[in-house]
């Protein structure tokens, strides 16, 4: 094997996995952030409507 191709060899390889190191990165903060947010959906809500209602039915025959 050349020098020379065995040198853009390593660099194929090089580039190769500092671009995975990159996705992985993107990919870590991307499932943080989802966490965050699902964290924040899974927080019970207030309820909206005022206590008494429904607490009474109406029925007129």
Not at 25 to 48: F, H, I, M, R, Y
Not at 52 to 58: A, C, E, S, T
């Amino acid at each position: 094997m050349e020098i020379s191709s065995l040198s853009q060899s390593v660099s194929v390889q090089a580039s190769a996995q500092a671009s995975a190191k990159a996705s992985l990165q993107l990919l870590q903060q991307t499932l943080a952030l989802q966490a965050a947010g699902s964290a924040n959906l899974a927080q019970p809500a207030a309820p909206v409507n005022p206590p008494n209602l429904g607490n009474r039915i109406d029925v007129m025959a």
